[in-house]
C-alpha cells in the first residue's frame, strides 16, 4: 500500500494531511506483519496516528482518501445492542489479560475502540475520497456497492471513470497513475535491482506476479514450469505480499525450487519493472501496470479462477482477449512464446490501443495530477 500512495504523498506539503493506520498491532509488536518495519521507517518522516485513537479522541477530518472501506459491513453506525456487545468483550479481554501475561500462552488482547458495524473511513471522516487502485475493475470487488459511500473518485482513466460513474453517485476525476510515475525519469537507476537479484547480463529478465487466493494465484500450478526457464533467463518471482502471511506453502514452494523471491512489500516498482524484459501475471492489478509501462505481458490461467469474486466479470477477463495466454504449465510451450519475436511486436500496437482505454496520458505526471485534485477538494465536493 505504500507504493500506491508515496508520490502523492512526497509531491503534496506534509502539512496538509495525516496518514491514518488502522491496526496497531499489524505495524508494532510480535504480531506485526511482514514489511510492516520497512513500511513504518518510510512514514516516520511524515504526521501519521491510529485510528482507534482517533476514535478515542472524537476526532473527524472533513476529507478521507482511502482505497476502499477497509472493513465493518454498512453505512450506519452499530446500534446499542451490538456497543454493549463490544463493551462486554473488552472487559472480559482486560480481565484475561493478566493471566495471559503471566502464563505466556499467547499474546493479550487489545480493547477495540471500533465501530465493527460501521464502514471505517465514514467514522473519521465528513467526506469520503476513494484512490482507486489498480485498473482491475470489476462486479465481485472494486464495484461492489460499498463504494456508495464516496464522494469523489479518483480514478486511473476512461475506463475505470465510466464504469464508476454508471453505478454510483460520486463525482470522478481522471489522475494517472501516480505510482509509475518515476519510470519515466530518465534518471531512474537500476543497478541496485541488478545487484540484488544477481541478474545476468547476458540473459533476459522476466518478473512474476502472482496474485493472492487458492484458485486464482498462479503459484501451484506454474512454479516448476517457471523454474524451468531458469538456464535461459533471469527470473525473478514477486508473490503478492500478503501471500507470506495467508499462503506460507506457495512460498515454501517456490523457495523449494530456488527461485529468486522479492519480498520486499515497500519496493519501488519502477525500479524492478525498468529492469525486466517481460512480465508473467495471472489476476490483479499487476497486468494493468505492465501494459501502462509498455512490457512485453503474458498472462497465466489458472483453471475455475473466473468463479474467484476478484476474478468474474472484471476487466481481466477483458484484457485476456488481447493478450497470450498460457493453460497448461508447459515449459516447452513457454520458451516457444519467448522466443517468438512476432508475438511481442504484435503485442506493442494492442498495448498502445489498450492503454488508451485504461489509462489517462499522464505518464510522469500523474502524481502532481492528484495532488491538484486533492487540494480543490472544497471547490469539486463541497459545493
Known sequence: MYAHYANVWAEMPSSQYTIVLIDRSKFEGEKAVHGAGDFMRHIEKYDYCYFDDLITKKIKYKYVVSNHIMGGSGVRPAGRWQRNKAHIKNAIKRVVNPVLKITRVRNTYEDSRIDAVQYLPLQIGQYQVRFVYGADIGDGWSLQDWNEIYDLF????????????????????????????????????IQSVVEEFDLDPNKKTLLWMSTLGQGASSIPRYAAAI???????????????????????????????NLNIDGDVTRDMNRLY????????????????????????????????????????????????????????????????????????????????????YFADLKGSSSRTAVQILSNLDKIIAV
Open 154 to 189: 479518483l480514478c486511473h482513466g476512461p475506463n475505470d471513470e465510466e464504469q464508476l460513474r454508471k453505478k454510483f453517485k460520486g463525482k470522478t476525476a481522471i489522475m494517472g497513475y501516480p505510482r509509475y510515475d518515476d519510470y519515466f525519469s530518465e534518471s531512474l537507476d
Open 227 to 257: 523454474a524451468g526457464l531458469r538456464s535461459d533467463y533471469n527470473i525473478i518471482a514477486r508473490p503478492h505480499p500478503l501471500a507470506f502471511r495467508q499462503e506460507p506453502e506457495n512460498i515454501e514452494l517456490l523457495r523449494s525450487l
Open 274 to 357: 525498468k529492469a525486466v524484459d517481460w512480465v508473467f501475471c495471472d489476476y490483479g492489478g499487476s497486468p494493468f501496470g505492465a501494459l501502462y509501462l509498455g512490457i512485453n505481458l503474458l498472462l497465466l490461467d489458472v483453471p475455475g479462477s473466473e468463479n474467484q469474486f476478484t476474478v468474474a466479470n472484471s476487466s481481466n477477463q477483458e484484457i485476456r482477449e488481447h493478450f497470450p495466454v498460457v493453460s497448461q504449465p508447459n515449459g516447452e510451450e513457454l520458451f516457444r512464446l519467448l522466443r517468438d519475436d512476432a508475438v511481442w511486436r504484435e503485442q506493442e500496437k494492442v498495448r498502445t490501443r489498450l492503454c488508451r482505454k
